[in-house]
C-alpha cells in the first residue's frame, strides 16, 4: 500500500499532504502549500558560538616570580610531661610485687619535657624581613625558623598576632633583602576568578595549586569577623599561612582552613581576604597589636517579621538589642530598637557585617553612621571607643529563651489577668518587683504566664519575662499590651514586635504572630 511506504523525495509537506489526503482535507492542505509557494522565505540567522573564557594556558611565569616569596615554617614548642600517672596498685603480698617495684622505680618524676615541631606556611610583604602567616601555625612556638625556596634559614622574632582573623607577623634579619609580594585587593575579586596557592602542603616544600573563587563572604564561625574567600586550588596542611593569588600575582588571600573528612584536599578550602587582613597586618607592623573600633551595643539579625514589624521593605542591617552601660554611645545617639543600615561609608546588609565594620574604623574619630528608628532614615555621628580584650563589639542578642526564673508569679484562679497572645499579664508593682528580684531600672509589663502552643510560646516567651515595648512604644499596663496589639491588628499587621527584659534589664526583640 502506498501508505505504508515512504520515498525518499518525500519532505515535511509531502508528508503533511499524504496525511491529508488519506482523512479527505488534501484540498486544504493544497492551498496551504500554494501560500507557502508565494509566501517569502525568512533568511537565515547565523548563529554566534558563545565564548566561554578558558583558563590560564600556563602559570609558570607567575610562579617563578612568586616561588621566592612564600616561605616554609618550622617551629618547635617544649611541652612538660603530664602529671605523672600513679604506678597500678596490686594485692598486697603478691609474688610480683618485685618485679612491679622494679619496672616502675624511677618512673615517677623522671619523664622530662619533650619537643613538638609543626610545619605551615607563610610569605614575605618587606623585603626587610616581615613575613605574613597564621597565628595557629606559630601559636606557643619556643622556636621560629624560616626556610627560603633557595634553602637558606633564618631565626624568626614574632612581631604580634591576632587570633580573632588567626593571623601573625614574624621578622627575620636577611642579610639582603628579600623577594617580596604586593598585597592585592579582594574586593575587586569575583566568583570564578582564576587564582593560585602556594604553600608547604605535608611538609613537602613549595608546591603550587591552581583553581578558582568558589564563594566569597563565607562564615565558618571560626571568629568574629569571618568573611572567608572559598576556593577549589587545593590547600593540604601545612598550607596554612600560605598566600592566594591572583593572576596578577598579588596576594588577595591567607590559607587558613580547609574542610575535609580525611585531611587532605577536597576542593573547599578557605582564606582570609586581604580586605580584612591588611588592616590587622599594618596594625601588628607598626604597634605589636590590634586597635579595633568598639561601639559597645548588643545586636540581633532583622528577620522579615522584623522587618514587618518596623514597617521595613526589606530584612536588612542589625538591630540594637541594648546599649552597653558607660560605652561609646551611651549617650543617646544609638538607641536600643534602632536598626543600622550603613557604618562609615559601608553597608551593613546582615547582622554579622556591622562587627567586621566597626572593627576596621578607626579609633577616636566621628563616622556617620545611618539608621533606621521609628520608621525614618537618618544619620547620626559616632564616636567609637577601642575594643579591650574581654569587651564585646556587638553581643548577640538573638531571639533565644532566657534563664528560666523559680521566682516567677504565679497567676491566682481568682486573678482575672488579660490574656494577650497566650501571655498572661500582671502589673510590675512593688511586690511582684521585690519577689522577681526586678531592677528598678525595668520598667513594663510582667508576663505571668504563657499558654502551650501560644504565639508567645512558639517565640519562648516565659513567665517573668517582662514587656517594656510593642511596636516600638512603650507599655506600662496589661490594658496598654491588650491596646497596642488591637491597633496593630486593626493596622493589618501580621506580626507584633516586643522588647522584652529580663529582671536584670537585659533586652531582646522577639516577634509575636497576631493570631
Known amino acids: 500500500m502506498a501508505s505504508s511506504t515512504r520515498s525518499p523525495q518525500i519532505g515535511t509537506l509531502g508528508t503533511a ?50 616561588l621566592d616569596a612564600v616561605v616554609n615554617i618550622s617551629t618547635s614548642q617544649n611541652v612538660k610531661p603530664d602529671d605523672q600517672t600513679p604506678a597500678p596498685e596490686i594485692p598486697e603480698g ?32 618587606d623585603p626587610a624581613g616581615f613575613i605574613v602567616t597564621n597565628n595557629h601555625v606559630i601559636e606557643g612556638a619556643d622556636d621560629i625558623e624560616v626556610n627560603f625556596a633557595n634553602g637558606s634559614k633564618l631565626k624568626a622574632k614574632l612581631m604580634g598576632i591576632d587570633n580573632k582573623t588567626d593571623l601573625a607577623l614574624l621578622k627575620v634579619d636577611p642579610t639582603a633583602p628579600l623577594v617580596a609580594v604586593p598585597l592585592g585587593d579582594s574586593t575587586k575579586m569575583r566568583i570564578g576568578d582564576w587564582v593560585m596557592a602556594i604553600g608547604n602542603p605535608f611538609g613537602l616544600g613549595g608546591s603550587v595549586t591552581v583553581g578558582i573563587i568558589s564563594a ?38 591567607i590559607n587558613t582552613a580547609i574542610i575535609s573528612p ?10 582570609v581576604p586581604t580586605e580584612l587582613a591588611a588592616n590587622v597586618i599594618q596594625q601588628l607592623k607598626e604597634f605589636g597589636e590590634t586597635r579595633r573600633g568598639w561601639l559597645g551595643v548588643r545586636i540581633q539579625p532583622v528577620t522579615d517579621d522584623i522587618a514587618e514589624s518596623l514597617g521595613m521593605k526589606d530584612a536588612k542591617g542589625a538591630l540594637v538589642a541594648g546599649v552597653i552601660k558607660g560605652g561609646p554611645v551611651d549617650n543617646g545617639v544609638i538607641k536600643t530598637g534602632d536598626v543600622i543600615i550603613r557604618f562609615a561609608g559601608k553597608d551593613v546588609h546582615e547582622m554579622r557585617d556591622l562587627p567586621r565594620v566597626v572593627a576596621e574604623s578607626p579609633v577616636g574619630q566621628a563616622v556617620d553612621v545611618v539608621v533606621i528608628r521609628e520608621g525614618k532614615e537618618i544619620t547620626v555621628k559616632v564616636t567609637l571607643g577601642r575594643l579591650e580584650d574581654g569587651e564585646k563589639l556587638a553581643q548577640t542578642g538573638a531571639e533565644t529563651s532566657p534563664p528560666k526564673d523559680d521566682k516567677a508569679p504565679e497567676q491566682k484562679a481568682e486573678n482575672k489577668a488579660p490574656v494577650v497572645l497566650g501571655m498572661t499579664l500582671g502589673a510590675l508593682d512593688a511586690a511582684t518587683r521585690k519577689d522577681l528580684g526586678v531592677a528598678e531600672s525595668v520598667k ?72
Not at 234 to 250: H, T, V, W, Y
Not at 262 to 271: A, D, L, T, V
Open 444 to 515: 513594663g509589663v510582667v508576663v505571668t504566664a504563657v499558654e502551650p502552643s501560644s504565639a508567645a510560646a512558639e517565640r519562648r516567651i516565659q513567665a517573668g519575662d517582662i514587656i517594656v515595648e510593642i511596636g516600638q512604644e512603650a507599655v506600662s499596663s496589661p490594658d496598654d499590651v491588650a491596646k497596642r496589639i488591637a491597633t496593630l491588628k486593626s493596622q493589618d499587621r501580621r506580626n507584633a514586635l516586643l522588647m522584652l527584659a529580663d529582671k536584670t534589664g537585659a533586652l531582646r526583640f522577639v516577634t509575636v504572630r497576631i493570631e
Open 216 to 253: 566569597r563572604g563565607r562564615n565558618i564561625n571560626a571568629g568574629p569577623y569571618d568573611n572567608f574567600i572559598q576556593t577549589d586550588a587545593a590547600i593540604n596542611r601545612g598550607n596554612s599561612g600560605g598566600p592566594l593569588f591572583n593572576m596578577k600575582g598579588e596576594v588577595i588571600g
Open 262 to 271: 580525611s585531611g587532605g584536599s577536597i576542593g573547599i578550602g578557605f582564606s
Open 17 to 66: 499532504l499524504l496525511l491529508a489526503a488519506v482523512t479527505g482535507l488534501a484540498p486544504v492542505a493544497a492551498r496551504a502549500q500554494a501560500q507557502m509557494q508565494v509566501q517569502p522565505q525568512p533568511r537565515a540567522q547565523a548563529v554566534v558560538p558563545l565564548k566561554v573564557p578558558q583558563g590560564p594556558q600556563s602559570v609558570a611565569d607567575l610562579a617563578e616570580k612568586l
Open 94 to 125: 603478691s609474688p610480683f610485687q618485685d618485679f612491679f617495684d622494679e619496672f616502675f622505680k624511677g618512673q615517677q618524676g623522671e619523664g622530662g619535657p619533650r619537643t613538638v615541631n609543626s610545619l605551615g606556611s607563610g610569605f614575605v610583604i
